[in-house]
């Protein structure tokens, strides 16, 4: 009975799922988070985008970073980006370019203890090249600007990311790394600019790393950065600011990366990524399975179903409504390529339970 009720509740939360198991910002409410892969990456790709209804001029971003980027433990001083060094400014002996943390109000640029607006997709690295002269372009986006210390910011440059370890600094002449603290928020900008800008702010044009399977312009190195380095308190609070059309320098739009780093793992795969919504998300374990095996045709018109799957399953479970065993195939044999048929199903809902040797997943299908 227990192993019933807990399929029942499985089923229910399954025909609920956009109500009880969305994340708590409504911001999200309309997603259809049964989607993977590509699929996904577009359907946040326009959610992104058609939210983002404010666009900041260049000027403005200097108004919103003294908001967004504010230090959790001094909300007098702004975080910089790539910094490391805990010292005030100025420091004896002089390392000011290695401060993680400075006035809010020493905006500016033209000298080492000024901040300014650091172009995290790297304006020359774009195609074509970000513009910061208008109020329309990616080179205006907050959710990629971020506070740094002017001649840090100089140090990078246009170099792109690429593997390291420790603080931040240069890997060759070409190569930055951006540091263990800030990897993260890196990598998770880097899919907002690819997701929102498309083929203007390529990831792997801002990176050195391996293209990714399902889509060659993701490169390997951001999809680890995801997984390595979880989501800051400092990255939470400027993703809330820009969500929320009230307040007066915010884009209107949320950096989907930031609310569930995840996602990312859903897009692209590569190592699991923290996953902040584990209500509507399998588990690591179990994702490689949830994505490659196939449930066709769903609905179903002749009650007839096939799965499909790149490797040998071990069972086949197929319970109703109610919880009930209606079906139960142990070690399928396959019609061919490992595609297996399960047949005789009377009209309903079913839940059907596919295990492989090392994972279990449960698919929703419908019979007409």
Excluded at 100 to 126: M, Q
């Amino acid at each position: 009975m227990k192993n019933k009720l807990t399929l029942l509740l499985l089923f229910l939360s399954c025909a609920t799922f956009a109500q009880d198991g969305a994340p708590a910002s409504p911001y999200y409410n309309d997603m259809d988070w049964n989607l993977t892969g590509m699929a996904l990456k577009s359907a946040l790709a326009t959610k992104i985008t058609t939210t983002h209804t404010n666009y900041l001029t260049y000027s403005q971003v200097w108004n919103a970073t003294q908001v967004t980027d504010l230090d959790p433990a001094n909300s007098n001083n702004v975080l910089l980006l790539y910094g490391f060094s805990s010292n005030t400014c100025p420091s004896s002996p002089t390392d000011d370019k290695d401060h993680r943390s400075r006035d809010k109000f020493s905006n500016g640029g033209s000298s080492s203890c000024e901040w300014n607006r650091e172009h995290v997709y790297a304006k020359a690295l774009a195609s074509p090249p970000l513009d910061d002269g208008g109020a329309s372009d990616a080179g205006e986006d907050a959710h990629h600007l971020r506070a740094s210390d002017v001649d840090r910011n100089n140090d990078r440059s246009s170099e792109k990311f690429a593997a390291g370890s420790g603080n931040s600094g240069d890997i060759t002449s070409t190569t930055w790394y951006p540091g263990d603290e800030w990897k993260g928020d890196v990598a998770r900008m880097m899919m907002y600019m690819y997701l929102h800008y498309g083929s203007q702010c390529l990831p792997i044009n801002v990176g050195v790393g391996n293209p990714v399977a399902n889509d060659t312009d993701m490169i390997d190195l951001f999809l680890q950065w995801n997984a390595e380095d979880p989501v800051s308190e400092y990255e939470d609070n400027r993703n809330t600011y820009h969500g929320n059309t009230a307040n007066t320098y915010a884009q209107g739009n949320r950096n989907p990366f930031i609310d569930n780093p995840y996602l990312a793992t859903v897009i692209w795969g590569g190592p699991a990524a923290e996953n902040r919504w584990p209500t509507i998300f399998l588990s690591s374990e179990n994702f490689d399975l949830a994505t490659l095996v196939n449930v066709y045709p769903n609905p179903t018109n002749n009650n007839t179903i096939f799965v499909s799957s790149p490797s040998s399953l071990k069972e086949m479970v197929v319970y109703n409504i109610n919880g009930q065993v209606v079906q139960e195939v142990k070690n399928p044999n396959t019609i061919s390529s490992q595609t297996y048929q399960i047949s005789n199903l009377n009209s309903g809902f079913y839940m059907i339970k596919v295990a492989s040797e090392n994972a279990t997943i449960t698919k929703k299908i419908i019979v007409n």
